[in-house]
Every structure is written in structure tokens, then in C-alpha cells.
């Protein structure tokens, strides 16, 4: 579904990525790890279109892109929950899912009754504001809004950072379910160790803007991978 190349960003002067190339499949889970700093959300957001990249290549379902802004990416099919949720506040919980509607046709402006079946306690609290909602509900209610657009790649940056363990494992449960129905690649950015290696399918572990470890889940060892996030 996705193939980047010798991808680079900058801010700036400063170079962030270094050549960055790796994969994500349909029906996988692809876990991007290591330390702080090393360049895990610079490289969700050049994939995003949210900051863009400096070189190298990105191919989405086979196409060859440009570098596009983040607009046109949505409307390509990648979705983007970023770190920190950046839910509407003042918007209901259905006003911010259905900010997710300008990037559909309009026989397509609808929310799936499959959103509030992975998501109930938003199903509940449709007419309550968005920053009324505990973190763990943003959370929820800024997956189930990248849900809307009805992505192919679907790009997770940290959904569990400062999240209560029991969202944790809802979070994990729903990730669990969009793979397995095998429409969307997805992209998983995670300190969370344990929660990360028990989802992946494949990781990419960074160290200094560099691609340190890569390869499936068989492929290598825990330890291994492990070792890679270390510091």
C-alpha cells in the first residue's frame, strides 16, 4: 500500500530524516519505535502531508506521489490521528466526526453505524463537546474521526500517551479489528513497548533519523527489537 524511498525532511536548516525507505501493507500493522527525538513524528507527518518532505520517493497503492499537501493526501485515502488527539473542543463529539466528511462524496456524508459499534461511549455522548470528553474519549473520538474518511492507510501517532489502561486495551482491541478486516494499511508510532509488539506485524525502529532495525515480526527477535529502543 505504501513504499517510501530514501526519504528525507528538514526544518529548516536542520536535517531530521535520513533516507528513510520502508514498507506498509494492506491488513498489517507497522510499528515505527525508538527514543524520543529520533524522528518517529516528523516521519508520520511527511507521510501525512502535514510537514513536508525534502527528498526521496512515496508511493501510495502503486502511485508514484509529489510532494502533496495534507488535503489532497486525505482525499487519496491516508489518515492521520495525530500526537495529542487536536479534537475540536467546542464541537460535539458528532460535529468533530463530521469534520471528517470533506474528504467524501456527498452520498458518502454519513457515520457508519460501525464507528459508534467500536466506539460506544461516543455513541453516548454525540451531543456533549469534544473538550468535555476525558482523554481517553478524545482519543477514541480522533481515531473514530480519521475512521470517516474511510482511509487506506491509517497513521496512529502515540494513541496511547497519557491514556488509562482500560482505554489502552479497547484501543488495541479496535486495532486489532481494522486489520483483520484487510482494507487499510496501518501505521502505528508507540512508546508503549509491550502494546506496540503484541499489535505489529513488521517494525521500523529510528535512531537518529535513521532506519536502525527493520523487518517482520518472525524476522526478528524481541530482544532484538527491544534492544533498538533503548537508549
Given at each position: 500500500m505504501l513504499k517510501l524511498q530514501d526519504l528525507t525532511l528538514h526544518y529548516g536548516h536542520s536535517q531530521i530524516l535520513h533516507g528513510i525507505s520502508m514498507e506498509a501493507a494492506l491488513g498489517e500493522i507497522t510499528c515505527v519505535m525508538g527514543t524520543n527525538g529520533v524522528g518517529k513524528t516528523s516521519l508520520i507527518k511527511a507521510i501525512s502531508g502535514t510537514h513536508p518532505r525534502s527528498g526521496g520517493e512515496m508511493i501510495l497503492d502503486g502511485e508514484p506521489l509529489g510532494v502533496l499537501p495534507a488535503h489532497q493526501l486525505a482525499h487519496k485515502g491516508v489518515a492521520y490521528v495525530p500526537q495529542g488527539r487536536e479534537i475540536f473542543p467546542l464541537l460535539t463529539v458528532r460535529e468533530n466526526l463530521e469534520t471528517g466528511f470533506g474528504c467524501l462524496p456527498a452520498s458518502d456524508r454519513l457515520i457508519p453505524d460501525e464507528i459508534f459499534e467500536l466506539f460506544p461511549v461516543l455513541k453516548q455522548m454525540q451531543n456533549r463537546r469534544g473538550g468535555d470528553l476525558s482523554g481517553g474519549q478524545q482519543q477514541q473520538l480522533a481515531i473514530a474521526r480519521a475512521l470517516i474518511t474511510r482511509p487506506r492507510l491509517l497513521l496512529l501517532d502515540e494513541p496511547t500517551e497519557g491514556i488509562q489502561p482500560n482505554i489502552i486495551?479497547?484501543?488495541g482491541q479496535v486495532i486489532r479489528h481494522l486489520r483483520?478486516?484487510?482494507t487499510m494499511a496501518i501505521i502505528l508510532v508507540e512508546q508503549y513497548f509491550e502494546f506496540a509488539y503484541d499489535l505489529a506485524d513488521r517494525f521500523v525502529v529510528l535512531r537518529r533519523g535513521e532506519v536502525l532495525v527493520a523487518?517482520?515480526?518472525?524476522?526478528?527477535?524481541?530482544?532484538?527489537?527491544?534492544?533498538g529502543v533503548s537508549v
Amino acid at each position: 500500500m505504501l513504499k517510501l524511498q530514501d526519504l528525507t525532511l528538514h526544518y529548516g536548516h536542520s536535517q531530521i530524516l535520513h533516507g528513510i525507505s520502508m514498507e506498509a501493507a494492506l491488513g498489517e500493522i507497522t510499528c515505527v519505535m525508538g527514543t524520543n527525538g529520533v524522528g518517529k513524528t516528523s516521519l508520520i507527518k511527511a507521510i501525512s502531508g502535514t510537514h513536508p518532505r525534502s527528498g526521496g520517493e512515496m508511493i501510495l497503492d502503486g502511485e508514484p506521489l509529489g510532494v502533496l499537501p495534507a488535503h489532497q493526501l486525505a482525499h487519496k485515502g491516508v489518515a492521520y490521528v495525530p500526537q495529542g488527539r487536536e479534537i475540536f473542543p467546542l464541537l460535539t463529539v458528532r460535529e468533530n466526526l463530521e469534520t471528517g466528511f470533506g474528504c467524501l462524496p456527498a452520498s458518502d456524508r454519513l457515520i457508519p453505524d460501525e464507528i459508534f459499534e467500536l466506539f460506544p461511549v461516543l455513541k453516548q455522548m454525540q451531543n456533549r463537546r469534544g473538550g468535555d470528553l476525558s482523554g481517553g474519549q478524545q482519543q477514541q473520538l480522533a481515531i473514530a474521526r480519521a475512521l470517516i474518511t474511510r482511509p487506506r492507510l491509517l497513521l496512529l501517532d502515540e494513541p496511547t500517551e497519557g491514556i488509562q489502561p482500560n482505554i489502552i486495551q479497547q484501543i488495541g482491541q479496535v486495532i486489532r479489528h481494522l486489520r483483520s478486516q484487510g482494507t487499510m494499511a496501518i501505521i502505528l508510532v508507540e512508546q508503549y513497548f509491550e502494546f506496540a509488539y503484541d499489535l505489529a506485524d513488521r517494525f521500523v525502529v529510528l535512531r537518529r533519523g535513521e532506519v536502525l532495525v527493520a523487518g517482520r515480526k518472525g524476522e526478528l527477535s524481541k530482544a532484538d527489537v527491544l534492544k533498538g529502543v533503548s537508549v
